[in-house]
């Protein structure tokens, strides 16, 4: 375990200014490849509890797969995410998680994801011909002397359109934010998940005082969480309600959405039906808006790859402006500069960049003893970033490590552990391949359509915190229409 002596280090905090000066997992970014270790990198954070960020994928195997019910997540972690998403499979644990993802695999399995394609498709187009309408509206008119390219904030437009795939996939409903960003569920959405400093306030306060308490602080930010997740819970029992009706009145199930299919294995009471609803609704549609946002930067910065991408796209799948012509999982398999785009995209920009686990038990990783209560790092903006498991150029934008020969599941990395995006073993995420197929669809369509650069190519973007790492202030892009697609 490495103890190497620390800069900036606090007697009584640690690496606590550090970590609260900078973006989320930007510091561990760092650790991994400065500091020598053998798997577990010791620091300190506030009034000097320690913590062991994970590096290496021998003691990421113990931590996610053969120990991982010795490891849970953190108390104030469950409590702070479960008032927005639930206490659904994300939040569960030990015999409750394990009963909750057998019942649930059923909805995420491939042979059911792939009939969910043409939503994915249809959604996408409906986004797409929404997007090309605000450029159009920025056009200049002929013989109008303005040049200026049209400007797209493009984190907001894969936000409503994911909203409305996991509507419409999750709960067989459209709750039409693409047409309509001022929706009740896309306006409660957009106010909680867009933390401001009163929030990082009150988070910092958690540290000290019984978290019922601070959330009875009359401050705007908690009336704001209090009222979204009443209103997104009604919304969830509301709609689980009218899908048992309407299953009630069929003599067999044809739905193919999620919730369709978790009513079906009779597991779930109503109550944890609708906090699954509330993890899926908040949880997989703001991180696979962010990888979108994250994937157009990186395509944005690295042009000849989006052109390379583009001519795939356009070679083999059909017009996006046609939704009634949807594509099936053959037709995306036939893209493998796609998948490798994405593979690359979700590398170095994973939507979540960091997580937590306590030792719920005195045990051990690496041979090195953790004793119970002992906070555990699990840090994909880290391990993602190690050039121990990705070579000298890991912080590169380089699609073409996932097309060598062996390598599209991969990326060259010898294990996959070198890859923490979406976790591993029993509690890795279960939407994987749903969100990677929503993402590269999107992708897909955005790309195939639209020329795309950056409004200010020289800015790199502040990282603001919260469920997810986005832009803190949008993405803007130029956006130019191309035709023949």
């Given at each position: 375990?490495?103890?190497?002596?620390?800069?900036?280090?606090?007697?009584?905090?640690?690496?606590?200014?550090?970590i609260f000066a900078e973006p989320t997992g930007k510091p561990q970014q760092r650790w991994i490849n400065e500091i020598p270790n053998d798997g577990l990198i010791r620091y300190r954070s506030l009034f000097n509890e320690e913590r062991l960020l994970i590096t290496t994928p021998k003691a990421l195997g113990e931590v996610l797969v053969t120990k991982n019910y010795d490891f849970v997540k953190p108390a104030l972690m469950r409590d702070g995410l479960g008032q927005l998403l639930g206490v659904g499979i994300l939040l569960a644990e030990g015999d409750e998680h394990k009963l909750q993802r057998k019942n649930l695999m059923p909805a995420f399995a491939y042979r059911h994801i792939k009939d969910l394609y043409p939503i994915f498709w249809s959604k996408t187009s409906e986004m797409i011909k929404a997007v090309t309408s605000a450029v159009r509206s920025q056009e200049p008119s002929p013989g109008s002397e303005v040049t200026k390219a049209p400007i797209i904030e493009v984190g907001e437009w894969s936000s409503r359109a994911t909203l409305d795939i996991i509507g419409v996939a999750g709960m067989g409903q459209d709750f039409g934010a693409i047409e309509d960003p001022t929706t009740e569920l896309s306006t409660t959405y957009r106010k909680v998940l867009r933390p401001n400093r009163q929030a990082k306030m009150l988070g910092l306060l958690s540290l000290f005082i019984p978290r019922w308490i601070v959330r009875r602080i009359p401050v705007s930010r908690n009336d704001d969480m209090y009222n979204a997740a009443k209103t997104i819970r009604i919304i969830c029992r509301q709609l689980i309600q009218q899908k048992k009706q309407?299953?009630?009145?069929?003599?067999?199930?044809?739905?193919?959405?999620?919730i369709s299919v978790a009513l079906e294995s009779g597991g779930f009471t109503e109550e944890n039906l609708v906090d699954q609803m509330m993890t899926f609704l908040a949880a997989g549609h703001e991180t696979t808006a962010?990888?979108?946002?994250?994937?157009?930067?990186?395509?944005?910065?690295?042009?000849?790859?989006?052109?390379?991408?583009?001519?795939?796209?356009?070679?083999?799948?059909?017009?996006?402006?046609?939704?009634?012509t949807p594509i099936t999982d053959q037709e995306l398999d036939r893209l493998p500069f796609l998948h490798a785009v994405c593979n690359e995209i979700l590398r170095l920009h994973a939507p979540v960049p960091?997580?937590?686990?306590?030792?719920?038990?005195?045990?051990?990783?690496?041979?090195?003893?953790?004793?119970?209560?002992t906070r555990i790092i699990l840090c994909p903006w880290a391990v993602n970033f190690s050039k121990e498991l990705w070579g000298s150029n890991a912080h590169e934008f380089r699609p073409e490590r996932w097309m060598q020969q062996g390598t599209a599941k991969t990326g060259g990395a010898e294990s996959n552990y070198a890859s923490l995006t979406f976790l591993h073993g029993p509690r890795s995420c279960i939407g994987q391949a749903f969100a990677k197929a929503e993402f590269e669809i999107l992708m897909a369509g955005l790309v195939g359509k639209f020329e795309m650069v950056l409004e200010e190519p020289e800015k790199i973007p502040e990282i603001r915190g919260g469920i997810t790492a986005r832009p803190k202030d949008g993405l803007k892009v130029k956006m130019k229409i191309l035709e023949g697609w």
């Amino acid at each position: 375990m490495s103890r190497s002596f620390w800069t900036g280090n606090s007697f009584f905090h640690g690496q606590f200014a550090t970590i609260f000066a900078e973006p989320t997992g930007k510091p561990q970014q760092r650790w991994i490849n400065e500091i020598p270790n053998d798997g577990l990198i010791r620091y300190r954070s506030l009034f000097n509890e320690e913590r062991l960020l994970i590096t290496t994928p021998k003691a990421l195997g113990e931590v996610l797969v053969t120990k991982n019910y010795d490891f849970v997540k953190p108390a104030l972690m469950r409590d702070g995410l479960g008032q927005l998403l639930g206490v659904g499979i994300l939040l569960a644990e030990g015999d409750e998680h394990k009963l909750q993802r057998k019942n649930l695999m059923p909805a995420f399995a491939y042979r059911h994801i792939k009939d969910l394609y043409p939503i994915f498709w249809s959604k996408t187009s409906e986004m797409i011909k929404a997007v090309t309408s605000a450029v159009r509206s920025q056009e200049p008119s002929p013989g109008s002397e303005v040049t200026k390219a049209p400007i797209i904030e493009v984190g907001e437009w894969s936000s409503r359109a994911t909203l409305d795939i996991i509507g419409v996939a999750g709960m067989g409903q459209d709750f039409g934010a693409i047409e309509d960003p001022t929706t009740e569920l896309s306006t409660t959405y957009r106010k909680v998940l867009r933390p401001n400093r009163q929030a990082k306030m009150l988070g910092l306060l958690s540290l000290f005082i019984p978290r019922w308490i601070v959330r009875r602080i009359p401050v705007s930010r908690n009336d704001d969480m209090y009222n979204a997740a009443k209103t997104i819970r009604i919304i969830c029992r509301q709609l689980i309600q009218q899908k048992k009706q309407k299953l009630k009145a069929k003599d067999r199930r044809d739905d193919i959405d999620i919730i369709s299919v978790a009513l079906e294995s009779g597991g779930f009471t109503e109550e944890n039906l609708v906090d699954q609803m509330m993890t899926f609704l908040a949880a997989g549609h703001e991180t696979t808006a962010t990888a979108v946002t994250w994937g157009l930067y990186a395509l944005c910065q690295d042009t000849s790859s989006q052109t390379r991408l583009r001519e795939e796209i356009r070679a083999n799948l059909p017009s996006i402006d046609n939704a009634s012509t949807p594509i099936t999982d053959q037709e995306l398999d036939r893209l493998p500069f796609l998948h490798a785009v994405c593979n690359e995209i979700l590398r170095l920009h994973a939507p979540v960049p960091i997580t937590q686990r306590q030792a719920a038990k005195d045990t051990s990783i690496c041979n090195q003893f953790v004793p119970k209560g002992t906070r555990i790092i699990l840090c994909p903006w880290a391990v993602n970033f190690s050039k121990e498991l990705w070579g000298s150029n890991a912080h590169e934008f380089r699609p073409e490590r996932w097309m060598q020969q062996g390598t599209a599941k991969t990326g060259g990395a010898e294990s996959n552990y070198a890859s923490l995006t979406f976790l591993h073993g029993p509690r890795s995420c279960i939407g994987q391949a749903f969100a990677k197929a929503e993402f590269e669809i999107l992708m897909a369509g955005l790309v195939g359509k639209f020329e795309m650069v950056l409004e200010e190519p020289e800015k790199i973007p502040e990282i603001r915190g919260g469920i997810t790492a986005r832009p803190k202030d949008g993405l803007k892009v130029k956006m130019k229409i191309l035709e023949g697609w």
